[in-house]
């Protein structure tokens, strides 16, 4: 299991599904980078960084007009 991703959607608080809307992944790859069977490109790891950064309000906010 991929700890970035499972980090992302307990601190987001949404499922993989979601989570991969969020990220603007297929549903597939991300479950492909979930699982391990995939790499998670650094460039997903900086955009996950990022948003874990965000004070809560803002990322309440960018959860609402894109992860779901």
């Known amino acids: 299991m991929n700890e970035t991703l499972l980090r ?3 601190a987001t608080a949404l499922g993989p599904t979601y989570a991969a809307r969020l990220l603007g992944v297929a549903y597939p790859t991300y479950a492909q980078y979930r699982s391990g069977r995939r ?8 955009h996950i960084e990022v ?3 965000l004070p809560v309000k803002s990322l ?3 959860i609402e007009r894109h992860g779901n």
């Open 39 to 46: 790499s998670l490109p650094k460039y997903h790891v900086r």
């Open 51 to 53: 948003i874990m950064l």
């Open 60 to 62: 309440h906010i960018l």
């Open 8 to 10: 992302l959607e307990k």
